[in-house]
């Protein structure tokens, strides 16, 4: 008798079409800009044409008298509103802190070509050892100095938010990486308890960190459409994208690195600062990976901020590990090169043990993996390290390494399973998709744990009427970590319940107790 067919293959660890694919390459996913409401109108931020002024007077009678015009809404006018306040859990986060409309001011701005100092003393922030007084000791020594320029998010999405009041009760369609922490920071803006705001996100055009925390335009949609009482739609302009909704800040970092002929490291110090707006409090930490990154028993990172009067920092792809790590590892080349020992020869030299900045065995770890095998297959052995030496085709050829390292995140969160009258698997969850396959995700490991198979599940994400997502949103590469656990307590929790709901009903399993029965493939069975 062949089984084969009776088999049901896992849905984890093999090829599958995307669970969104059909509806984005058909142009039938709803993006927040997409959704449209009877009575909605368009609001437009003006932003300053001039970079340093008091406004004493805005003269709205131009725009005023143009056709289609509702309001203008300026400092005078627009309503009291409040501050967020961030919490070191991320219950709430926001980046930048000031209000829209809040002062009279447009500040002068900085010449980001001056050399950046801090606004006070250096905080260290890991230490181990005397890395001062080793340093000075060390027969091999690399002080060097990196800088980073300002970059910026521009998404494919532009930012965009739609406010829709029902009386008390206000829903915002929203761009967001984080649905959970737009609900929270909303109510608090508007000074209205957490449950009259709703947010929905089903699709997101991607954000890299910028659409972590909300940005002054999502509280001016939603002051505009309460005065109104009418749908307020805004979409960032493209231009804007580089003024109003943050960026990576520019950074300055020194690396002193002491080491003994051999190339054991002895002395590690990091020391770096990065640039945020007057008024906020965003720091882009560059020395997160350092303390952890290589043995030594002398370690000290340190940091500050310089303020000035630019827009506001805010999370980017890979946030400070990328360019803290490109100072380190640029370092380590440069003592490589100073040594001459081959640069993965080195970082294998100084693979640690254990996570000397805790005293704790890691979690997880495979740099020396990635190393050796990364090198065997690249063909590292026939790299010639002499400056010019590589050619082919007519063209000078580089090899280089860097090695890397990011946290392994996991917030709770939570997830619901519904088995439907029609033989349908329901998942939902709070949480977004962002672009990077959460749907999918979701509907895999929903199928592993019930057995349902994925064309007979539907996935429901990005509203916060669902049951509650990770407070950290889509950020630091935590969501499919956070979601697994949740989706797998309520597979359980659904399956139980119908078993007790089969062992009640009378005639069906002839008195079975719940201990009887089992579930597969969305069926009750009696073994």
Known sequence: MDTTASITLSPIGRALPRVDGPLKVSGTATYTADHHFPGLLFAVPVPATVTSANVEQIDISIARAMP??????????????????????????????RLPFEDDVIPQPFDVSHPLAPDGPLEVESERGDAAT?????????????????????PIEAHATIAVWDGPNVTFYESTQAVDNQQTTMAQM??????????????????????????????????????????????ISRKMMFQTVGHRPRTQQRIRLGATVDGR???????????????????????????????TPNLRVSSGVARRNFGVATSMRCSGAAPGLYALESAIDELAIQLSIDPIELRLRNEPMLDESQNLPFSSRHLKECLTVGADRFGWSRRDPSVGSMRRDGLILGWGVAAASWHALSFDCEAAIEYRADGRLRVTSGAQDIGTGTYTMFAQVASEATGVPLDRIDVVLGDSSLPKGPVSGSGGSAMTASLIPAVMDAARNAQQRMLIVAAATPGLFKGAKTSDLAMTAGSVLLP
């Open 134 to 154: 080793a340093f000075a000791a060390a027969p091999v020594k690399v002080d060097r100095s990196y800088a980073t320029p300002i970059e910026v998010h521009n």
């Open 190 to 235: 508007l000074g209205i308890p957490r449950e009259n705001v709703r947010v929905v996100m089903r699709f997101l055009g991607s954000g890299f960190g910028c659409k972590l925390t909300p940005w002054t335009h999502c509280l001016l949609a939603a002051a505009a459409a309460k005065h109104l009482n009418r749908p307020v739609k805004v979409v």
């Open 68 to 97: 289609g015009v509702r309001a203008i809404y300026t400092r005078e006018n627009l309503g009291r509103y409040f501050r967020v306040i961030p919490m070191p859990d991320l219950t709430s986060m926001i980046d930048e802190e």
């Open 265 to 295: 490291l002895t002395a590690i110090q990091h020391d770096y600062l990065s640039t945020n707006s007057i008024l906020d409090n965003f720091k882009e930490i560059c020395g997160e990976a350092t303390p952890s990154m290589y043995s």
